[in-house]
């Protein structure tokens, strides 16, 4: 079955840091790859998503490419702020042979703290 | 667009008790997702709907949960003899689905605690 592995966390950076977190995925067919942001105490949020090899999804200084040949999409942004504080979520969603299945495979989560 | 409302928000019942949490998708979403995280974990997917039809059920989904979407709009979820297990953060999402995937956005989730 289809599976997501992100790096351990939790990760803790000093401002204007660079961020990457990894993320490596097992599936069947061509899944489309996303990230999702928790902040502290609010629901998931979109962060970004790619949709086929080789696509690059970005928002607010995020990036993230859709690597096939290594089944990886990790996450990375230049320099972090404070505001960029919560965990991070790594997922796929299943396609194949047509059908689009639509329910999202979830890695385990990375909590990201940035100092000022 | 309102977005994704789940109530209640926090649920605490005795071991045993039934509970029943209820979602409300954005209106134009024809598909109703519900997932399971616990603490440290990411989401697990349990359930999901597309109109008022339920078209995929995990294995997590003991007998003891069931999950309906009458009409096509809300949802609930309901647990019966709820276990300490069942402790968890019970999350609502909706799409619009179609040729293409479109994004899921996810309600702030329902806490449930059975002590």
């Known amino acids: 079955g289809n599976s997501v592995t992100q790096m351990e966390g939790p990760v803790t950076l000093s401002e204007e840091a660079f961020l990457t977190i990894n993320c490596t995925y097992t599936a069947t067919g061509y899944p489309s790859l996303f990230w999702y942001v928790q902040y502290p105490g609010e629901g998931l949020q979109l962060l970004l998503k790619?949709?086929?090899?080789?696509d690059k999804g970005s928002n607010k200084g995020f990036e993230a490419t859709y690597r096939k040949e290594t089944t990886s999409f990790h996450l990375e942004k230049g320099s972090v702020q404070v505001s960029d504080s919560a965990v991070y979520f790594c997922a796929l969603s299943g396609y194949a042979g047509g059908t689009s299945y639509g329910k999202l495979t979830f890695g385990q989560g990375t909590i990201l703290t940035v100092h000022p | 667009d309102t977005g994704v409302s789940q109530n209640p928000r926090h649920k605490i019942t005795k071991r045993g008790q039934n509970v029943t949490f209820r979602c409300d998708p954005i209106s134009e979403h024809n598909r109703l997702y519900w997932y399971r995280q616990t603490l440290g974990q990411g989401p697990e997917f349990l359930t999901y709907f597309q109109n008022e039809a339920q078209l995929e059920k995990s294995r997590l989904l003991s007998d003891r949960f069931s999950a309906e979407r009458p009409k096509g709009s809300f949802s609930t979820l309901e647990i019966q003899r709820t276990e300490q297990g069942d402790s968890a953060m019970y999350l609502c999402?909706?799409?619009?689905?179609?040729?293409?995937?479109?994004?899921?956005?996810f309600g702030p989730g329902t806490r449930l605690t059975v002590t």
């Open positions: 790619a949709t086929k090899a080789d």
């Open positions: 999402a909706s799409s619009l689905h179609g040729q293409q995937m479109y994004e899921q956005y």
